[in-house]
């Protein structure tokens, strides 16, 4: 698919309600705050969420799963000191959660952009967060089989992009984004400059712009 | 006897026992505190799970930056040389067993070095795992940074963990208020005591196994 700019609205229209959405960020840091609020413009609910963290203050996130737009959340720490709006959709049983450890969060989102099948990892072995799953021994070592994550829609933030769909980040913001980047149908990146086609040092581009479906400039 | 030990005397102790060199973890909470006791000379590299090699101390004042966090999702700094990378590869250096050292707090830990820090499976309570599971074992070493006992009294140091595990097998040391415990296939053996007596850690830990403390270096 080609490179399409757009504003955060017509960024977002194509999410519909039932749709699974990857979402960047840890905690607030390169959460791509812009974009959910325009998600919240929609109608669009009974979303599957994936993203590290449930929601953080009132702002992002939070406020999708506030208005009760999300059915489902995958992510590896719900429970932090301002997720209010998920503690209380949870414990009103208005939402389900998967939890799954940080790096095997990580890794099922990159087996699902790189097409690998599912892997095996020595994490959450002989742990509940293993029950039910194949474990294999492998160099006298436990090992969990986990699947790989896709997603309809990825929405994550970067710092610069350029009109190839080029992206870096900055600092600590890159977390998610550049696998999420990678496993979903359309992925939508929400920057602070759009720049033209070769402002970038091919060196330094973290996101080849192949990934990138959707490009919003945000302030 | 020796005296107890407050947060900031065993954050201390911690910080002197990690090799020159190393590449650390430091776990939210209590073990964050040990890198206030980590001097330049030994040229410790911190890992933080977010993404970041070479974070520096907490941001203060116009330092601060809400982009660059740890994964406590406090405000820190870089140092030079610090570098900056996705989840994916954030977690390959745990589970590759790039990382020398990661330090995390415990609500228990078994005779044989299971751990349980992320769950205390009780009905109402909201699950949260973070990167737990991956750093208990994907370091080389995992070390237990906490109070021995409860606040009842209950000891954290039991014969098989009855709250939800992190990892099997995993933890090597145990630094608390009242003693540093090695642990080593299934032995635990007691390296220093604070402000107890071994009869009387003895007695406290019921069910488990003590070795009495070596009298040779503190890093055996």
Known sequence: ?219 | MKPTLDREALARLVAGDIPHGSYVNLGIGQPTQISDFLSPELQITLHTENGMLGMGPAATAEEIDPDLINAGKVAVTELPGAAYFHQADSFAIMRGGHLDIAVMGALQVSAGGDLANWHTGEPDAIPAVGGAMDLAVGARQTWVMMTLFTRSGKPKIVPQCSYPLTGEYCVTRVYSDHAVLLINDGVVTVRELFGISHAELESRLHGVRLSPAARHGRNA
């Open chain 1, 1 to 219: 698919m080609r490179l399409r700019l757009a504003d955060a609205d017509e960024a977002v229209a194509d999410v519909r309600s039932g749709s699974s959405v990857l979402v960047g960020g840890f905690g607030l840091a390169g959460q791509p705050v812009e974009l959910i609020d325009a998600l919240l413009r929609t109608d669009a609910d009974d979303l599957t969420i994936i993203s590290n963290n449930a929601g953080n203050g009132d702002t992002g996130l939070a406020l999708l799963i506030a208005h009760d737009r999300v059915r489902k959340v995958i992510c590896s720490f719900p429970r932090q000191v301002d997720s209010w709006h998920f503690d209380a959709a949870f414990r009103d049983g208005r939402l389900e959660l998967e939890v799954v450890p940080q790096g095997t969060l990580a890794e099922r989102i990159r087996a699902g952009g790189a097409g690998i099948g599912g892997f095996f990892t020595p994490t959450a072995y002989g742990t509940p967060l293993a029950d039910g799953k194949e474990v294999r021994v492998i160099d006298g070592r436990g090992h969990v089989f986990e699947t790989p994550i896709r997603a309809d829609a990825a929405m994550i933030k970067a710092h610069l992009g350029d009109l190839a769909g080029n992206l870096v980040y900055r600092k600590t913001t890159r977390n998610f984004g550049p696998i999420m980047a990678t496993a979903a149908e359309t992925t939508i990146v929400q920057v602070s400059k759009v720049l033209p086609v070769g402002s970038l040092d091919p060196e330094m581009v973290v996101t080849p712009g192949i990934y990138t479906d959707v490009i919003v400039e945000s302030a």
